[in-house]
């Protein structure tokens, strides 16, 4: 299979597939280490080794920052063809497909501020706090649906920055932020808040993470990156890629 994958494009021009980097969405997206204006994550890893594998693939605009609202209208309109690193649900299902295994996982915490002696084992336990249980979780992102499926009353997804939601919770405008792993610890540490707030242990949910692709995009080119993923699986190397940004 590897060696297949690799001298697919041997020989032509690489087909380009268009993608954008996911705004507040790190460690899928971030700012490389090195601050020259890169784009670095588990994501961009992903794609570079798509790329090694079928070498008639390549993938363009991952180095351009895009909010998510944005990047769902430009698949919409095929402006783009695909997007990586996005969870399931109904909506999704019916605009967009799903290709290849799961990237990675990501799981749900609560955070809180440092001083809050509320347990939160369950989503019961959450409801209970009532009417003091306002959850803070951002806009355009699957954590808002999360909540909602889960009966959640009182969420507030007024921001789509993280660390703006942070500030907000130390403003004591949401008793918790809902956020996700890997890159939850990372957050803390650059918004500046890791002393002054804490990460409740329960995990309240857990999401595996797939391609997404236009219903516009040639099946063909579905097919290869299906195959590619299914190779990298198969390999460890997805598995190597996510561990390495926890």
């Known amino acids: 299979m590897l060696s297949l994958l690799s001298t697919a494009g041997d ?22 280490a090195a601050g020259d204006g890169h784009v670095a994550g588990i994501c961009i890893d992903i794609m570079r080794a798509i790329e090694r594998l079928d070498s008639g693939l390549r993938f363009t ?4 920052w895009q909010p998510l609202p944005r990047i769902y209208s430009s698949l919409d309109r095929g402006m783009q063809d695909a997007s990586c690193g996005l969870s399931r649900n109904p909506e999704r299902e019916r605009k967009y497909l799903f290709v290849g295994p799961a990237l990675f996982t990501i799981r749900y915490h609560l955070v809180a501020r ?19 249980n306002v959850v803070l979780a951002n806009r355009g992102f699957a954590g808002v649906g999360i909540l909602e499926q889960a009966g959640v009353d009182r969420i507030d997804a007024g921001a789509g920055d993280p660390k703006l939601n942070l500030q907000k919770l130390l403003a004591h405008r949401g008793r918790f932020f809902f956020h996700r792993t890997p890159g939850l610890k990372a957050l803390l540490e650059r918004a500046g808040v890791a002393s002054k707030v804490k990460i409740l242990p329960t995990e309240m949910a857990a999401s595996p993470l797939y391609f997404m692709v236009s219903r516009r995009f040639d099946p063909a080119l579905a097919e290869r990156l299906r195959a590619a ?18």
């Open 61 to 64: 605009g991952d180095q351009t």
């Open 11 to 32: 020989g032509l021009a690489a087909t380009e597939i268009r993608t954008a980097a996911q705004q507040g969405t790190e460690p899928k997206f971030q700012s490389a």
């Open 114 to 132: 440092i001083d809050d002696t509320a347990v939160v084992g369950s989503w019961d336990d959450l409801r209970r706090l009532e009417p003091d």
């Open 229 to 246: 993923l299914q190779a990298l699986e198969k390999s460890g190397e997805l598995e190597r890629i996510a561990k390495a940004w926890e």
